[in-house]
């Protein structure tokens, strides 16, 4: 079968697979190539993409799996599209507790609070609403506590392929800094969620 082909059949998987992507063991499966092979096609239909600028999509992998995703030089016209007067987005409550689940994962909501120094029971049901953290077990000792771990979907959401892309955090902390790192962290946090909406 010719590269045009494989291409085109690669581009109707990612778009049957959505978000949930595809990775490139399942592409070589079902295309029933090498994986090598697999990632020539994966690569010349990332090319295509790129190179021609009538086009809106483009192939990305995050989290392990390639997918299809709109082309980030279109994101003022997109978030025009997604906004709306009630759109929300995530509160500096819900942001604070994002960034500790996702350094510190897992973690009780004890211990959340604990850095926090504030009740965490709304912040941890929007973030679970939104899919950006889950239960991923349980603590061990009295009570057998919920630990929570960030998921796929924050991968995604943050375009990291991984939990290490995160940025480090910096290694000694000047007590007087505290609040405007702090601050400067999570202002930082909430452009890279309006960038990706």
């Known amino acids: ?8 059949i690669l581009e109707s998987l990612l778009f ?3 978000d949930e992507g595809l990775s490139l063991k ?4 079902v295309l029933d190539v090498e994986e090598l092979k697999a990632n020539e096609i994966v690569a010349e239909l990332q090319i295509e993409y790129e ?4 086009r809106g999509i483009t192939i990305v992998q995050l989290a392990g799996v390639f997918q299809l995703a709109t082309k980030k030089e279109h994101a003022d016209y997109l978030k025009k599209l997604v906004e ?5 987005h995530l509160s500096q409550a819900a942001l604070e507790t994002l960034a500790i689940i996702a350094y510190k994962q897992p973690i009780t909501r004890v211990e959340i609070e604990e850095i926090r120094g ?3 029971e709304r912040p941890l049901h929007t973030l679970s609403s939104r899919a950006l ?4 077990g349980r603590a061990e000792g009295t009570g057998r506590a919920i630990l929570y771990g960030t998921t796929k979907e924050f991968l995604d959401y943050f375009g990291l392929k991984n939990i290490k892309e995160l940025p480090p955090l910096p ?4 007590e007087d800094d505290i609040q405007d790192d702090a601050d400067l962290f999570f202002e930082k946090f909430q452009e890279t969620i309006d960038m990706d909406i």
């Open 84 to 88: 709306s007067p009630g759109a929300g």
């Open 1 to 8: 079968m010719e590269i045009v082909k494989w291409k085109g």
């Open 171 to 174: 290694e000694k902390i000047d």
């Open 118 to 120: 504030v009740k965490t």
């Open 26 to 29: 399942q592409i070589a499966a």
């Open 16 to 18: 049957a697979a959505g």
């Open 51 to 54: 190179k021609d600028d009538n």
């Open 133 to 136: 953290i889950k239960e991923v």
